[in-house]
């Protein structure tokens, strides 16, 4: 069994560095077993599902690295959680990406959200809570989560100046961080 996970995991792993170098475009199984020298029927009978399946592997990887990344940051509060977050979306952007947009079977706020998910999503409602006053909390969670998604989502697309980041990350610090 120990051998089966370690396999998978070699997979996983040798999937989110192609991608963090290439893209996820060039991620295939075809040649994700000749990096790392399994058959793709290895490579399928561990992600029946193909690449989407291996995809949605790193995703929850991702989710778990976050969910740390948000904890470790939290006695900074808001500041310390919103910088957290841009970080590791700037140091993993094709993680990134498959956690929030290429995974799409992965559930959101949802029953069936897995509990990875749940733990990195609650890295952002421990700092927003706090603050929420007499906002609904998760309501404010969210529309803090999408505007640090938004200016993540923009900026790697070239959509806003760069000269603005650190001041438009300090707006959004600036207007989650206050007690409402």
């Known amino acids: 069994m120990r051998d089966r996970t370690e396999r998978g995991q070699r997979i996983v792993s040798a999937a989110r560095e192609l991608a963090e170098a290439e893209g996820w475009d060039a991620v295939t199984t075809r040649r994700l077993a000749a990096l790392i020298e399994y058959s793709q029927p290895v490579l399928y009978s561990h992600f029946p599902g193909g690449k989407d399946a291996i995809m949605a592997a790193a995703a929850l990887e991702g989710f778990a690295e976050l969910a740390a990344a948000l904890t470790a940051a939290r006695d900074g509060g808001v500041a310390g959680v919103a910088g957290a977050y841009v970080e590791f979306a700037g140091a993993k952007p094709a993680l990134y990406d498959a956690m929030f947009t290429l995974a799409s079977e992965l559930p959101f706020a949802q029953d069936d959200t897995p509990e990875v998910m749940q733990e990195a999503y609650g890295g952002l409602v421990a700092v927003i809570e706090p603050v929420a006053g ?16 938004g200016l993540i989502t923009l900026d790697r697309g070239h959509r806003l100046s760069p000269a603005h980041r650190a001041e438009r990350l300090d707006l959004v610090v600036a207007r989650f961080g206050a007690r409402t």
């Open 134 to 149: 007499t906002q609904d909390a998760g309501v404010l969670t969210e529309v803090f989560w999408s505007a640090l998604h």
